[in-house]
């Protein structure tokens, strides 16, 4: 059974989403544990709590803000792991929702959903050729190897992790100048493994945090060959 970990901005969502995947998969779930999104305010006290992050000298503070808050916040989802012992992790973001049913918890830490995409983020507009992917002909959920030499995968709105794969991670992130962490997760390639078709996809919703739109990807961003 899973043990879930939402991200969400507020108890009424939380409960709202907890609701929502009881109706739908409640036979494979242990527990859904609140995690608070994190909203950083910079002042003159704290000015220097943007101070780890990686990212372009004008990036916009609204942006860093919300880069910041996203590490913070799966850090302390990842310290409820850690304190709580438990094994079979998802931590889901409040705008993940589900495009298929869950599959009995897989042996590794993967990816439940995401965006394929090429390589290098400057090529981050070109899609990625499916054959590339190692895809089997089933339609059903595959647990597939990632070929980093290829393509990557962004977004965490929907992550898989054992127990023993937490303490790693935390020592990845913990007092470190990082980029966002879906880029940073991408860039030291931690999670090997992810699932096609995706169980989650990001719900299109306005950000609380810049109100800029944040788009749904239902394909993983991937181009077929004619002969597929």
């Not at 393509?151 to 990082?178: A, C, G, M, N, W």
């Not at 997760?185 to 995706?198: A, C, D, H, T, V």
């Amino acid at each position: 059974m899973y043990h879930f970990y939402i991200i969400c901005e507020n108890e009424k969502a939380f409960k709202d989403k907890a609701n929502y995947l009881r109706t739908l998969e409640n036979e494979k779930i242990a527990d859904i544990i609140y995690i608070p999104a994190v909203y950083h305010k910079v002042t003159e006290n704290n000015s220097n709590v943007l101070d780890n992050l990686k990212v372009m000298y004008n990036t916009d503070i609204k942006k860093k803000i919300g880069k910041k808050g996203c590490i913070s916040a799966h850090l302390n989802a990842l310290i409820s792991i850690l304190n709580n012992k438990s094994q079979n992790n998802i931590i889901l973001e409040e705008d993940a929702i589900f495009t298929n049913r869950l599959p009995s918890p897989p042996e590794f830490s993967s990816y439940m959903g995401g965006w394929i995409i090429n390589k290098l983020i400057k090529d981050i507009k070109k899609t990625v050729i499916s054959t590339d992917l190692n895809l089997s002909e089933s339609d059903n959920n595959q647990l597939i190897d990632i070929d980093y030499s290829k393509y990557r995968i962004i977004q965490t709105h929907s992550l898989f992790i054992k127990y023993e794969d937490v303490k790693p991670l935390i020592e990845t992130i913990y007092d470190k100048k990082i980029k966002s962490y879906d880029i940073h997760l991408s860039e030291i390639q931690f999670f090997k493994k992810y699932y096609y078709p995706q169980i989650f996809k990001q719900e299109q919703h306005i950000s609380t945090i810049d109100n800029s739109k944040t788009h749904s990807y239902d394909n993983y961003n991937i181009k077929y060959p004619l002969h597929q």
